[in-house]
């Protein structure tokens, strides 16, 4: 028996979902903010490898990371942070920012945490790749190649798209 029209648009769109998005990872990330003047900053990492290199404007991320099975969000948040900056993230009171999806599909789920890091202290956590493409040849790449401060208005033009919102719900629960 055939299928109807509307049987196979439906099949045709969930093969287009699953194609696209065939398995929903999920990061957790810990923002670092401070004031300074009055204004809220926040630190963002530029991503690092070949492929964010000449980027600048949605190339800057918060530091997260994939969690591990059955891992807390809170804790992964933690570990990523430090293995991302090369440093533990400061104690003090979380504020939880809940989750966002990204354009990909990936869950981050954000916590924030207030105090102060030097960017020039950044000691990032690196990968491996195969660069060249087809190249055969492996080359390790920092994970985040730099780390800034930024305000809320430039941070807008900074961080890739997927993760303003999150920026967006601290600075307005630091509003509060």
Same mark, same amino acid.
């Given at each position: 028996?055939?299928?109807? %029209? ?7 769109? %969930? ?7 065939? *398995?929903?990872?999920?990061? #957790? ?19 690092? $490898? ?11 991320? @918060?530091?997260?990371g994939e ?8 804790? $992964?948040?933690?570990?990523?942070? #430090?293995?991302? *900056? ?11 920012? $809940?989750?966002?999806?990204?354009? /990909?599909?990936?869950?981050?789920? %954000? ?5 102060d890091f ?25 994970? @985040? ?6 305000? *809320? ?16 719900r601290l600075?307005? /629960?630091?509003?509060?």
């Amino acid at each position: 028996m055939g299928r109807t %029209a509307a049987q196979e648009h439906e099949r045709h769109l %969930a093969r287009r979902v699953l194609t696209r998005w065939p *398995l929903t990872t999920t990061s #957790a990330g810990l923002i670092l903010f401070r004031e300074r003047d009055g204004r809220l900053e926040f630190l963002l990492g530029h991503m690092g $490898g070949p492929y964010w290199a000449r980027r600048d404007e949605g190339a800057w991320s @918060i530091p997260k990371g994939e969690l591990g099975d059955g891992e807390d969000a809170l804790a $992964g948040a933690r570990r990523e942070f #430090a293995e991302e *900056l090369g440093h533990a993230p400061p104690g003090g009171p979380v504020l939880e920012l $809940g989750e966002v999806r990204q354009r /990909a599909g990936k869950r981050v789920v %954000a916590f924030a945490v207030a105090g102060d890091f030097d960017p020039a202290q950044l000691v990032p956590g690196t990968f491996e790749m195969q660069w060249p493409p087809r190249s055969g040849r492996r080359a390790r790449f920092p994970e @985040i190649d730099r780390v800034a401060w930024f305000d *809320l208005p430039t941070a807008r033009t900074k961080v890739v798209k997927g993760q303003l919102e999150l920026l967006e719900r601290l600075a307005q /629960a630091r509003r509060r």
